[in-house]
């Protein structure tokens, strides 16, 4: 029976119910967070604030969040462990590094960026740190990642994202798991994934190009699909640049061009982001855990997708890409 890693420990890909396949817990800046704590404020307020917000959407009847919080995205596990406690969800971790530029200071002066100095080839630190996270577990708390992640956006393959994506790709090879790339469809970046992915042999099947969903350019994202990618259908109730219809349209036609079996859907939703004043937060009042069962699946409903193909794009794809 095969099985995914979650912070409470390994689940039968069987069991994970209605998969949301990326939602964020935290999103943080801990830097920031360490010396401007105001806004934060307690530790005790931000979780029982994210056991409320995630008890709500387990209510709705998923049973799964796959989170792709990693380096550059502020993950902390040990208060991901004190909510998965509280919580009737699987939570799924990741590793991984987030970057649209350059790789984090840490990684400026290891590995591949000595190759010219010391005149030979020096394996990247942060493939064994992504393996470690996935084999071992991450930080000594036990808890495994049970999936990749990386990004590439606007600025395109630069030397630090093409640097995390070549690392994610061998730590892909050593451990089997999946990868979830971040990706800006609007200047179709998901052809760059495609190039790199294809030199290092990764399976387009076991890669989610997240945030597909932020176009509706439906005749790029079904090319990328045709390629194997799955398309991540997954910032729902961020409704800035673009409206709900002109995502949910976009799923709907994707229905209809029969390519339910190549989406996840998703809200990229954090019960806390720094990244974004609150007074906006306010605005996106859409943008919750919640939305998709509460206003997204009735609408793709009654716009003629089937059951079938919402059980299809909540359980059954997210099943497979754990599967391998
Ligand atoms: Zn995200």
Not at 7 to 31: K, Q, R, S, W
Not at 166 to 184: G, L
């Amino acid at each position: 029976m095969p099985q995914v890693q979650t912070v409470a420990g390994p689940v039968d890909t069987a069991e994970l119910g209605g998969v949301l396949m990326h939602e964020h817990v935290f999103v943080l800046t801990p830097d920031v967070q360490q010396n401007f704590p105001e806004e934060w404020g307690s530790e005790e307020e931000r979780v029982a604030d994210a056991v409320t917000k995630l008890q709500a959407l387990a209510a709705t009847g998923v049973g799964t969040i796959v989170d792709p919080t990693v380096i550059g995205l502020g993950r902390y596990i040990p208060r991901i462990q004190r909510i998965a406690e509280q919580v009737d969800l699987n939570i799924v971790v990741a590793t991984g590094c987030y970057t649209y530029e350059d790789v984090p200071f840490f990684f400026h002066h290891r590995g591949p960026a000595l190759d010219a100095a010391l005149g030979t080839s020096v394996p990247d630190p942060m493939v064994d740190m992504f393996v470690r996270d996935i084999t071992d577990g991450i930080a000594g708390t036990g808890v495994r990642a049970a999936f990749l992640k990386c990004a590439i956006d606007r600025p395109g393959l630069t030397r630090g994202v093409e640097r995390v994506m070549r690392a994610v790709a061998q730590a892909h090879h050593r451990t089997d798991v999946p990868i979830t790339v971040h990706t800006h469809p609007g200047s179709r970046q998901g052809l760059e994934v495609q190039r790199v992915f294809a030199e290092e042999g990764v399976d387009p099947r076991r890669v989610v190009l997240g945030h597909s969903g932020d176009t509706t350019d439906v005749d790029h994202l079904t090319e990328l699909a045709d390629a194997g990618f799955v398309l991540g259908m997954d910032r729902f109730g961020i409704n800035l640049d673009t409206t709900f219809e002109a995502r949910a349209d976009t799923v709907v036609e994707l229905c209809r061009r029969g390519y339910a079996e190549s989406m996840v859907l998703s809200q990229d939703a954090a019960c806390y982001i720094d990244w974004v004043d609150p007074f906006v937060m306010e605005m996106l009042t859409q943008w919750r855990y919640t939305h998709i069962h509460e206003e997204v699946l009735p609408y793709l409903r009654e716009h003629g997708v089937t059951d079938e193909q919402i059980e299809t794009m909540l359980v059954r794809n997210p099943r497979r890409y754990f599967d391998g």
